[in-house]
């Protein structure tokens, strides 16, 4: 009987409170030119970078902790994971207009494909999925054509009918 086996690739990196976030983007994008759907897919890696600047950004702001990334390629999604060291999940809240702040986690629903949080024993992960189109896997099947975004044809995250684990739930609103 043969085993079959998964192939990922990854790559792990702790970023400091100061200065990590910039240094954050830049190392990410260097590990991202590596994978074979990069070169053909720009939006889909600014959409990371982005992604990772404001998870980055949340980890030192508001747990004051360095922020460790992991980044995994399993051949259909790029996981994104940044651990710090608070246990308490961030929440997507509405900013009021003029505030600088508060759209972190909105922006990274709208960026990637699902977000997970859990919390651990020592503080949290938050982890978002990033499927490339190339990989020939519609991403978000689940959705509704409805929720695609309109700037690349992949569907939003995450909105207003996901929890935080990314599973459907009804809308209170």
Partial sequence: ?????VKAKGWAHS??????????RRW??????????TADE??????????VSELLTNAHIH??????????????????SVHDEDPTLPRQRIPEPGETSGRGVGIVRMLADTLEMRCQRHGKTV???FRPASTGRPAGTDRPPS??????G???ADGPGTDQSGTDRPDTD
């Fill in 42 to 51: 720009p939006e889909t890696v600014d959409a990371v970078v982005l992604a």
């Fill in 127 to 129: 982890s978002a999925c």
């Fill in 147 to 152: 929720t695609d975004r309109p700037d690349t």
């Fill in 28 to 37: 990410t994008r260097r590990q991202l030119e590596s994978l074979p759907w």
């Fill in 1 to 5: 009987m043969g085993a079959t086996g």
């Fill in 15 to 24: 970023f400091p409170v100061s200065g990590g976030v910039h240094a954050g």
């Fill in 154 to 156: 992949r569907p939003a």
């Fill in 63 to 80: 747990a004051q902790s360095d922020a460790h990334l992991i980044l995994t390629w399993d051949g259909d999604c790029l996981h994104v």
